[in-house]
């Protein structure tokens, strides 16, 4: 059975700081995604890595991916309230790239004045 | 990415009734379409995949019978709720993808079964 684990599940920041949300994926899969959830709404689509070593930025946001140890990390930097959401990762369910999608459980990340 | 409307944003039903929930794919032709469950602060599970002009797929647990699903055409799925119950009371959001890209989602339906 396919496991996507997110850690932490649970932060809360202060703006200014930096920290990494971490996802571990029990696949093979060289592809991982990033999606953010603001309450009440649907995901908006953060960062697609299609392969190992694959890292993507948009502004404070940062992705990598490391297929070999299955291991995707979404680094914050300098946080702002605006970021305050949740953060799913998610895997291809079958491998392929036209398949449905197995998320981790979460991060819910509120940042504080 | 791709526009994908879901339609209701929201509905209240009463147990034993049927509820329709409407996907559409406004800019491409999809030939798969997938349905989303997600209760309150868990994540999304999937539920089934909408094939056009074929059955959909579902996944282990999830009642066929229960979740109708219908793809009669490249631009719209819908997913049926049938003889809802308040255990059925959840945010549904469907999504569809071309090959090799993200998936992109629907705005959701949040149901909610009195």
């Known amino acids: 059975e396919l496991k996507v684990e997110q850690n932490p599940l649970f932060l809360s920041m202060q703006e200014g700081k930096n920290y990494t949300i971490y996802c571990n994926y029990s696949?093979?899969?060289?592809?991982l995604y990033w999606y953010r959830q603001d309450p009440g709404k649907s995901l908006e689509s953060l960062f697609v890595l299609l392969s190992n070593g694959a890292v993507k930025q948009e502004g404070r946001l940062m992705a990598s991916l490391d297929t070999k140890a299955r291991l995707s990390t979404l680094h914050i930097t300098a946080a702002v309230h605006d970021l305050s959401a949740t953060y799913f990762c998610?895997?291809?369910?079958?491998?392929?790239?036209?398949?449905?999608?197995?998320f981790g459980k979460g991060t819910h990340l509120i940042i504080q004045p | 990415g791709a526009v994908v409307s879901q339609h209701p944003s929201w509905v209240i039903c009463k147990s034993g009734t049927s509820v329709k929930i409407e996907c559409r794919s406004l800019d491409f032709q999809a030939t798969t379409m997938f349905w989303y469950r997600q209760f309150p602060k868990q994540s999304l599970m999937l539920m089934a995949t909408s094939n056009e002009g074929s059955k959909a797929t579902y996944e282990q647990g999830v009642e066929k019978d229960k979740f109708l699903i219908n793809h009669a055409s490249l631009t719209l799925s819908t997913l049926t709720v049938t003889s809802a119950h308040p255990e059925d009371s959840s945010f549904y959001i469907c999504s569809t993808r071309q090959p090799n890209t993200e998936a992109f989602f629907g705005q959701g339906t949040r149901l909610t079964v009195v």
């Open positions: 696949t093979t899969s060289d592809r």
């Open positions: 998610a895997v291809d369910m079958k491998g392929g790239g036209a398949d449905g999608l197995t």
